[in-house]
């Protein structure tokens, strides 16, 4: 079964500062990963996705994320943090493999809370 | 595009009471999913279908019922709410294939008392 950890309920950063969300994963076969953003009483946001090729993957609103295969992990990153960047994150994982599901499986998300 | 659209955006229901969960979808794509999401626990998925016709279980599907008679409408429906029902619902949609990102709706938030 493919299964998403969120290790962190709660992120804080000073604004201007960089910042980190981590997720790791567990799937069959290779991964395509996704991270979401809710903003409060809003709906998930695609922020950007890895599916293949170069493990720096760029997104929205000047995120990003690295793909580690050894490490099955797939940070979120910012160089400099934002007050709007405030909200709740989530990671996703589905597979591509057969066997694996190609329903995504979500972490159970982490605030992010970027103070002024 | 409207993206994905969902009705009601709030409702408060007596226990015992039904209702249908409205979500519409104009990008002509094929899977669409309905997702619950309570405080911390992240989304937990409901039913999923992959085209008009076909409906599957996801994590949580007791007391919920869908159906997919068009590639754009998923209803979702509560039957003999009770109050562990009580949560915001989230319907999303996508491509077909695993590569593809979801695009959701902006929630129904209901309450069972």
């Not at chain 1, 493999?97 to 995504?104: E, K, L, T």
Request: charged share 15%; proline share 6%; net charge positive.
């Amino acid at each position: 079964a493919q299964s998403v950890a969120q290790p962190e309920d709660q992120v804080n950063v000073a604004e201007g500062n960089p910042l980190t969300v981590k997720c790791t994963y567990s799937v069959s076969g290779n991964p395509y990963l996704f991270w979401y953003v809710q903003y409060p009483n809003r709906g998930l946001q695609f922020l950007l996705k890895y599916i293949t090729g170069d493990n720096l993957v760029k997104g929205s609103y000047g995120f990003e994320a690295e793909f580690n295969k050894s490490q099955t992990s797939f940070h979120l990153k910012k160089p400099s943090a934002l007050v709007s960047d405030s909200a709740l994150y989530f990671c996703a994982v589905r597979a591509s493999a057969s066997g694996g599901s190609y329903i995504p499986t979500f972490g159970r998300g982490t605030s992010l809370i970027v103070h002024p | 595009n409207a993206g994905v659209t969902q009705t009601p955006k709030f409702r408060i229901l007596k226990i015992g009471q039904s209702m249908t969960l409205q979500c519409t979808q104009d990008m002509n794509h094929n899977y669409m999913y309905w997702y619950r999401q309570d405080p911390g626990m992240g989304l937990k998925l409901i039913y999923y279908s992959v085209g008009a016709g076909i409906t599957d279980k996801g994590e949580v599907p007791n007391g919920y019922n869908v159906s997919r008679s068009t590639t754009e409408d998923f209803p979702l429906r509560l039957e003999l709410a009770a109050p562990s029902q009580t949560s915001v619902y989230f319907c999303a949609s996508s491509y077909s294939g695993p590569i593809n990102e979801q695009f959701f709706g902006p929630g129904t938030r209901l309450t069972v008392l």
